[in-house]
């Protein structure tokens, strides 16, 4: 799955040039919690969180009137508050990618372009919703976490019990395991019963951590 199929679009998009008050009554009618900055041209130069609108807007100049405060704000703009250097991704950026960019560098979003345009935003919301549906987590089934051996065939292997039991298999995740040669498993499974299930994996697998109907 790649990013293009999966980022939020169209993207709002503001001017540097927009007074910081401006900005952040925009992002709380929009709802969203960064607006990429571009140029006449529409041409990325930045990127401005709400976190980034709120700090300028604080003021610790308690001996100003709410008017005289209003005004000072108004002289800000989003130039002076938002980051410049800003990470991008394409639209054919694999999602785990983005994923793994958003985690390593601290971000919660980022901006899609194609070539200087900005043409989507990816968030940890939309990952989020992915992850649901990668998990089945809207789906009723059961739900069984497993250590098994970590070796080529074994998720066929399991696959086929589950078939001979007619169980079909809605979602299935694997991760690293609790010690050397062993995977954890993750699989949500349907048309079956919890004890049907748990009777035909258990002689194919070292444990069953934990099993459970899940709606």
Known sequence: ???GERMSKPVITIHSDMPVPDALNLIHSEHVRR???VDQRGRLIGIVTEQDLLN???SNVTTLSVWELSYLLNKITVQKVMAKNVITITENTPIEEAARLMADK????LPVV???EVVGMISESDLFKLLLEVF???QPGIRVELQAEDRPGKL???GQAIQ????????VGTFLGEKTGSSSILLKVDNVTMEDLQKVLTPLVERIIDIRASK
């Open 35 to 37: 607006f990429p900055v």
């Open 156 to 158: 066929m292997e399991l």
């Open 114 to 116: 194609r070539g200087q």
């Open 56 to 58: 300028a807007s604080a």
């Open 136 to 138: 089945g987590a809207r």
């Open 1 to 3: 799955m790649l990013v």
């Open 164 to 171: 001979s039991i007619g169980g079909n298999i809605i979602s």
């Open 106 to 109: 601290h971000i919660s979003g």
